[in-house]
Structures are given as structure tokens and as C-alpha cells.
């Protein structure tokens, strides 16, 4: 007597059809060309100036390497920035994302207000910023420094109270059975398990704020900036080659650095 071979059970007609994947395409590409209609993007116009982007990239391609040592000084400072920026507000950020934090935290009013204060940080463009202080303290590095300070607040608060949401409960239950205060259980066991991610998500917002800087100096907040408005401005476009060598040598290094440390550290 023979054994009769078990029926393969059969997908749905949606799944052998790829129904699913087919239809999200077909989605994605009409809002695609919707959103190109509406916007009045062309392609085709992309298509038709390609040789002056080539012509760009020719006289990029011949850096003015006695540039350099115009731009070493506000590339420092353009780094001062960066560093001075996300230090202040990665600092500020901390309590801001323990009070956000709803396992640390039981009163959804306050957690709300607090969560609704970082949106509206975080809502808030970082050139409009640069504007309004430019505006309030004049042309130079301070308007910078603050406009990056406030970035690196909403941004970092953002990351850190949703890495403190996932820490282990284990510890600060310990410490509250013996009767220990609140600074005392966040700062044996909570900061103890969020500090690599914390050392993590300020060297990523660091990196960020050094090619942000780049961008702040078009309005006057000070750094390399100001030089590669002026280079673009006088199509001097093998000074702006350098610049632009210069800024992503500093992104590289601090990259380098933001890897070894995480190998390290997590």
C-alpha cells in the first residue's frame, strides 16, 4: 500500500502574482509623476544643460591648491563651530530627553509638553535660524554656534529619549526597592546603559553640523562658508574645488574617529 504524497499547500493568488509589490510600484510612479507635474520639475530640461554641468566639473577638476591656505583659518573655525554647537546643545538635550522619556516619566501631560516643545525645535529650519540670529548679533560665528546649538538639541533629544525608552528595566527597579532618589537611579542606571549610544548619536550630529556650517556662511553665520559664497560667486570654480576637498577631508576624519570609537565603546 502506498502512501499518498501530501498536496503542497498553495499561495493566495495575490502572493503568486506579486499583487502587492506590483501595486505599490504602480503607486510610487504615479505620485512620481504627479509630484512632477505639479512642481513643474523637468527632466528633460536636466537633459538639455548636462554639458553645462560638465563644463562645471572640468574647471572643478583643476583645484587651486594656493587656495588653501586662504580657507585654513575659517575651515578652523568651521570645525570651532561644529564642535562648539553640538556640545551645547547635545548638553542641553539630556534632561530635556529623560523628562520625554515615557518609561522614566508617568505624567502624560508634562511628557507631552516636553515631546511637543522638541517638535517644534526640530520644526524649525536650520537656515530660517541663521537668518534670525544673523539678524539679532550681527554677522559672524556666534549666529552660527547658536543656530547649530539649537539644531543639535531637537535632533539629539529626538534619538537619546527614544534610546532610553529600550533600556533595561532591571536596575532602576533594584535601586528603587532600596530607596534610592531619582538622580541617583538615572545616573547608576540609566546613563550607565545609554552612554555609548549617546557618544554614538553626537559624533553622527557633529559630523552633520560640520557640512551645515558650510552651508550657514552663505548668510553670513561665519566659517568656510563665506568663502565658498564668494568663490561661487565670482566663478572661481577651482577655488571652490578646494573648498569643497577641504570640508570633506574634515568629514572623513571625523567619520574615522565616530567609527573607532563605536568599535570601542559598543
Known amino acids: 500500500m502506498t502512501e499518498s504524497t501530501p498536496a503542497l499547500p498553495q499561495r493566495p493568488w495575490r502572493q503568486r502574482y506579486h499583487v502587492a509589490a506590483i501595486g505599490w510600484t504602480l503607486l510610487l510612479a504615479v505620485l512620481l509623476v504627479l509630484s512632477s507635474l505639479m512642481t513643474g520639475a523637468n527632466f528633460g530640461t536636466f537633459l538639455s ?7 562645471l566639473l572640468v574647471q572643478m577638476s583643476h583645484p587651486a591648491w594656493s587656495y588653501l591656505h586662504v580657507i585654513l583659518q575659517p ?6 563651530m ?5 556640545t551645547i546643545g547635545a548638553v542641553l538635550a539630556v534632561p530635556f ?6 518609561n522614566l516619566v508617568g505624567n502624560r501631560l ?25 539678524a539679532i548679533f550681527g554677522i559672524g560665528s556666534t549666529a552660527g554656534v547658536i543656530t547649530l546649538a539649537i539644531f543639535s538639541f531637537g535632533m539629539v533629544s529626538k534619538l537619546f529619549y527614544e534610546v532610553i525608552e529600550t533600556i533595561d528595566m532591571g536596575p532602576l527597579e533594584a535601586l528603587k526597592s532600596v530607596g534610592a532618589t531619582k538622580v541617583t537611579i538615572i545616573w547608576y542606571a540609566v546613563l550607565p546603559q545609554i552612554l555609548n549610544q549617546f557618544v554614538s548619536y553626537f559624533l553622527y550630529t557633529l559630523e552633520i553640523n560640520v557640512r551645515a556650517s558650510t ?14 559664497q564668494r568663490s561661487l560667486g565670482e566663478f572661481n ?13 574634515v568629514v572623513l576624519v571625523i567619520d574615522g574617529i565616530s567609527n573607532h570609537l563605536r568599535r570601542v565603546l559598543l
Request: net charge negative; no cysteine.
Open 110 to 134: 508634562l511628557r507631552g509638553l516636553i515631546r511637543f516643545f522638541l517638535d517644534l525645535v526640530r520644526t524649525l529650519p536650520d537656515l530660517l535660524l541663521a537668518a534670525i540670529f544673523v
Open 75 to 80: 575651515l578652523y573655525e568651521t570645525i570651532q
Open 97 to 102: 530627553a529623560l523628562l520625554a522619556a515615557s
Open 49 to 55: 544643460n548636462i554639458d553645462q554641468f560638465l563644463a
Open 237 to 249: 570654480y577651482s577655488a571652490t574645488a578646494v573648498i569643497i576637498l577641504a570640508t570633506l577631508v
Open 82 to 86: 561644529a564642535v562648539l554647537g553640538t
Open 215 to 228: 552651508v550657514l556662511g552663505y548668510l553670513g553665520a561665519g566659517g568656510i562658508g563665506v568663502y565658498l
